[in-house]
């Protein structure tokens, strides 16, 4: 059954800490995008990777870094730096035959303790 | 202004009833309009895409107006299992890097 998981649902952050969200597809799509939803607000990109060991900046990448070791994962990890983290993110795939259609993961809740 | 405009609403209507969203954008170079569906803390899910001489799946209708830039959905029929945040998302061109633009949603509450 082929699909897009994010781990973990649920993420607390304490001060001064990096935090990981994990991402995997199993569709073997080459494209994964991070976005982050705000309550109120639309979602915004934080990065892409159109390729295996290429990403790019999105609109909102300040706070954040990604990696893209592998075709199947792109874990977004939340730095210290990112001064109000608490969102619901989201990983997202395109089709392939499509790119303008997304596939989403089920997300993630970051929080701060 | 925003790139794209959603009325938040809540919308609540009774059961059966028909109910419209409207969304704006404001890039005229727009190419693609999308409307999503989201349930309350669950990923986006694509609804339907939009074509420029309107489209229908089922109870749902989509419209494009590109000289007044904006997109409509329309339900007929509500039913208890419409209720959920609907998104507008708009394609900017290539010029813009093909970039996804999603509106900050409306949430529709149907009630029996």
């Known amino acids: 059954d082929g699909g897009i998981t994010q781990s973990p649902k649920y993420l607390f952050r304490k001060e001064g800490q990096n935090v990981t969200l994990s991402c995997e597809q199993n569709?073997?799509?080459?494209?994964m995008y991070w976005y982050r939803q705000d309550p109120g607000q639309g979602l915004r990109l934080i990065y892409y990777?159109?390729?295996?060991?290429?990403?790019q900046k999105g609109d909102i990448a300040e706070g954040y870094s990604v990696s893209r070791e592998k075709k199947e994962s792109f874990p977004l990890t939340v730095t210290s730096a990112q001064k109000n983290p608490t969102a619901f993110y989201l990983c997202?795939?395109?089709?392939?035959?499509?790119?303008?259609?997304?596939?989403f993961g089920s997300g993630t809740q970051l929080s701060v303790l | 202004r925003k790139e794209v405009e959603q009325d938040p609403g809540p919308f609540n209507v009774p059961e059966g009833a028909t109910v419209a969203f409207n969304c704006t954008y404001s890039?005229?170079?727009?190419?693609?309009f999308f409307w999503y569906r989201q349930d309350c803390r669950k990923e986006p899910k694509l609804l339907m895409s939009?074509?420029?001489s309107g489209n229908e799946d089922g109870r749902f209708t989509a419209q494009l107006n590109r000289a007044s830039q904006y997109i409509s959905l329309l339900i007929r029929d509500s039913k208890l299992s419409d209720s959920a945040t609907y998104l507008c998302?708009?394609?900017?061109?290539?010029?813009?890097?093909?970039?996804?633009?999603f509106g900050a949603g409306t949430i529709l509450r149907v009630k029996s």
């Open positions: 997202a795939t395109p089709d392939r035959d499509n790119y303008e259609k997304l596939f």
């Open positions: 569709l073997n799509h080459d494209a």
């Open positions: 990777s159109q390729i295996v060991n290429d990403f």
């Open positions: 890039n005229s170079a727009s190419q693609s």
């Open positions: 939009v074509y420029s």
């Open positions: 998302v708009v394609k900017a061109g290539a010029e813009y890097g093909n970039k996804l633009v």
